[in-house]
């Protein structure tokens, strides 16, 4: 059975890097593409974007540039970097297996709060 | 703004059949697989229909997903509580080269 789980600071300030990693159990990374999906509060999911192990990548032009997902395949890890981040990125963030579009299995989230 | 659009908000009596709409354009749903995703408070969002009208193993044949055109529909027949929750359709966009989700809609089951 898959399963992926986030980890991370809770807590970024305006600025800086958030920086999340999702390990992933049950499944070989080359398996799927990856990508992280996040829910600001009282709002709904946006995509941040997908990694394919050493591969294709995407990201939303919404983030402009500010998204790195990278994977490490000896720790069956995918990261994720946003930087210069402001208060409109805290958000509860998710990693996600993706495939044919569709995004089967989820973290079980992790909130991150940007704030001084 | 999401780039595909979904109603706010639907409501329905136990036992009957609802259907949510998810409409795009032919960047996305037209030349792409529509998803659904319930999103239960509190819970992790849990896919319901891939490729716009298979399920899951697991997921109840209640709910099921057509695609015509630039739409999409989602449909839960015998309601129950337990599916009041937040539903999300979700696409690729060819144009973007980015997945988008709809803006969500909350289901009611009075």
């Known amino acids: 059975q898959v399963q992926l789980q986030e980890s991370g600071p809770g807590l970024v300030k305006p600025s800086e890097t958030l920086s999340l990693t999702c390990t992933v159990s049950?499944?070989?990374?080359?398996?799927?593409?990856w990508s992280w999906i996040r829910q600001p509060p009282g709002k709904g999911l946006e995509w941040i974007g997908y990694k394919y192990d050493s591969g294709s990548s995407s990201y939303n032009p919404s983030l402009k540039s500010r998204g790195t997902i990278s994977v490490d395949r000896s720790k069956s890890q995918i990261s994720l970097k946003l930087s210069s981040v402001t208060a409109a990125d805290t958000a509860v963030y998710y990693c996600?297996?993706?495939?044919?579009?569709?995004?089967?299995?989820w973290g079980q989230g992790t909130l991150v709060t940007v704030s001084s | 703004q999401s780039v595909l659009t979904q109603p706010p908000s639907v409501s329905a009596a136990p036992g009957q059949k609802v259907t949510i709409s998810c409409s795009g354009s032919s960047s996305n749903i037209g030349n792409n697989y529509v998803s659904w995703y319930q999103h239960l408070p509190g819970t992790v969002p849990k896919l319901l229909i891939y490729?716009?009208?298979k399920r899951p193993s697991g997921i109840p044949d209640r709910f099921s997903g057509s695609k015509s055109g630039t739409s999409a529909t989602l449909g839960i027949s015998g309601l129950q509580t337990g599916d009041e929750a937040d539903y999300y359709c979700g696409t690729w966009d060819s144009s973007l080269n980015a997945g988008v989700f709809g803006g969500g809609t909350k289901l009611t089951v009075l």
């Open positions: 490729e716009n009208n």
């Open positions: 996600a297996t993706m495939r044919t579009g569709a995004f089967e299995y």
């Open positions: 049950g499944a070989s990374i080359s398996s799927y593409y």
